[in-house]
């Protein structure tokens, strides 16, 4: 079994004095072997020496350039790493070359380009285009910035979100553009007395309706 997933690296970007740093992350594609056949088989093909125990093996796409040489391959539990070398099996190749994050989405688009996402995803009816827009336009709306990354995941256990690389001063807070009244919509819905609208079946039978105090009750005519 092959799971593909989208994992994140940590990676030093440069030192600016002797005690301080300046990290980034980088989101890069993941491979998950967990078949023993399959890990046997690439561990073989690529002249990997693991010691011990291998229950799980992680191809780390690092060039981004799709599986291949210059990769690293992460063992479990020992947590080696070894890196892909130029000498990969063609047959080993090929199969790699076919690992893809089977619901993948991307957006590469302009920043004007990028606020009209919403809008056609509405018209086409795409969800994961919607979904996207309105990422979008939050990020537009209390961030006045340039540069910003976020990533997000959730599963059954919760939801998990990041945002660096951003201006904090930047950030603008602003009121929802639809803002909850519930007091309003309460008074909107009350009588201030009972209403009653006669509805007769027929010559001799009638029903009336009348609403109070936000509910609609019938009765036979008085």
Not at 31 to 49: E, F, K, N, V
Not at 52 to 79: C, E, H, K, Q
Not at 104 to 118: G, H, K, P
Not at 166 to 180: G, I, K, M, T
Request: net charge negative; glycine share 4%.
């Amino acid at each position: 079994m092959i799971r593909i997933l989208a994992g994140t690296l940590l990676v030093l970007l440069c030192i600016r004095t002797a005690n301080a740093q300046e990290f980034d992350q980088l989101t890069r594609p993941l491979a998950a072997l967990l078949d023993s056949t399959q890990i046997r088989a690439i561990l073989d093909a690529l002249l990997i020496p693991a010691t011990g125990r291998v229950d799980r093996v992680d191809v780390i796409d690092v060039t981004a350039n799709g599986f291949g040489p210059d990769d690293l391959v992460l063992l479990y539990p020992s947590m080696e790493t070894y890196e892909v070398g130029a000498d990969v099996p063609r047959l080993l190749q090929e199969s790699m070359k076919s690992w893809e994050i089977a619901a993948d989405y991307r957006l590469d688009a302009t920043r004007e380009e990028s606020m009209r996402v919403a809008s056609d995803a509405h018209n086409r009816q795409d969800a994961r285009a919607a979904l996207t827009g309105d990422v979008l336009g939050a990020i537009a709306r209390y961030y006045e910035g340039d540069e910003f990354d976020l990533r997000m995941s959730q599963d059954t256990a919760g939801v998990r979100l990041e945002i660096w690389n951003y201006d904090p001063a930047s950030l603008r807070y602003r009121l929802p553009l639809q803002p909850v009244a519930r007091d309003t919509l309460w008074q909107a819905f009350r009588f201030a007395a009972p209403a009653v609208v006669m509805a007769f079946k027929d010559a001799s039978d009638c029903v009336q309706t009348y609403a109070e105090q936000g509910r609609i009750h019938t009765r036979p005519c008085e």
